[in-house]
Structure formats: C-alpha cells, structure tokens
C-alpha cells in the first residue's frame, strides 16, 4: 500500500487549492482517510477524515471552508481548500488505514500568503 499526495503550492489569502492523494493498494470504501498538516515548530495536527461509510469530519478552524472527499474507483482522496488564510500555511499528509495499520503520504507544502 502506498499514499501519494501532491497539489499543494502557494496562494494568495482568499485563494483556493486542491490536494490530491494517490491511494495504491488501499479499498477506500473500507478504508478510513484523512487529511493532517504540520506548520513549521507545530506538532501534526488533524483537520479532516472521511470513514468507510463517506461520513466526513473536519477541525473547527477548516469548517465550512474544506472539504474531503474520495474517488473509490480512481483510489483518489482529495482535499479541496477555499478561503485559504496564512495559518493554513503547512505541510499536508494524506493517512489512510489499511488492515488495522496506518499509512501516511510524503506530504505536500501548502503556502498561503497574506
């Protein structure tokens, strides 16, 4: 199994991106996804997951403004980003779950200027 993010990039505050993670090997319908992000000093936090079963969940500070979702065909898991503000600056990494273990993606840098 393999997570392979990209899309990431810099924008302007206000500005909109979508990440991308490639999910070899991974049966998104069973499988529980998700999106983190580390800022520079920070700690990894969390900001969404989608379950198996499509529902979806996101950190405060994202709601309303990003939204997750999944290809299961294409093995696609997105992130897609709106009103992006400078403290979404951060490295994003896919997770995903495949038979009880976690898997993470390379990470991709998001860079939102003010």
């Known amino acids: 199994v393999q997570l392979q993010a990209s899309g990431g990039g810099l924008v302007q505050a206000g500005g909109s991106l979508r990440l991308s993670c490639a999910a070899s090997?991974?049966?998104?319908?069973?499988?529980?996804m998700g999106w983190y992000r580390q800022a520079p000093g920070e700690e990894r936090e969390f900001v969404a997951r989608?379950?198996?079963?499509?529902?979806?969940n996101y950190v405060d500070s994202v709601k309303g403004r990003f939204t997750i979702s999944r290809d299961i065909r294409k093995k696609m898991l997105y992130l897609q980003m709106a009103d992006l503000k400078p403290e979404d600056t951060a490295v994003y990494y896919c997770?995903?779950?495949?038979?009880?273990?976690?898997?993470w993606g390379q990470g991709t840098q998001v860079t939102v200027s003010s």
């Open positions: 997770k995903g779950n495949s038979r009880g273990s976690d898997y």
């Open positions: 989608i379950a198996s079963s499509g529902e979806a």
């Open positions: 090997g991974f049966i998104l319908s069973a499988a529980p």
